[in-house]
């Protein structure tokens, strides 16, 4: 069974970083394409960051301002998140795809419960 636990969220005020974590278990990681997704109030999931085969992806809304890694050892996927904006807050998802085709939302096998990133202005 996969399972995909997130962490690091939190409030904090515009212009400030956070790094999100994702621990995957059941699954490597390294054979699978992770992602981070968010939804914010009202709004449908979207594509933030995207890491296969040592490759990065990024939706332009966070280019230059987030930065997806992963730890193979630790099996586990980060999300490093500068210059935050109140635009960015939301619920983020980590996901994973047992194969790779577009990094949409109903492309992705397994997901984790989320955590909440709220930014103040």
């Known amino acids: 069974q996969v399972q995909l636990i997130e962490s690091g969220g939190g409030l904090v005020q515009a212009g400030d970083s956070l790094r999100l974590s994702c621990a995957a278990s059941g699954r490597a990681i390294s054979a699978s394409a992770m992602g981070w997704f968010r939804q914010a109030p009202g709004k449908e999931r979207e594509f933030v960051a995207g890491i296969r085969n040592g490759l990065t992806y990024y939706a332009d809304a966070v280019k230059g301002r987030f930065t997806i890694s992963s730890d193979s050892a630790k099996n586990t996927v980060y999300l490093e998140m500068n210059s935050l904006k109140p635009e960015d807050t939301a619920v983020y998802y980590c996901?994973?795809?047992?194969?790779?085709?577009?990094?949409?939302?109903?492309?992705?096998?397994?997901w984790g419960k989320g955590t909440l990133v709220t930014v103040s202005s």
């Open positions: 996901a994973a795809a047992r194969y790779y085709s577009i990094w949409s939302p109903s492309s992705m096998h397994y």
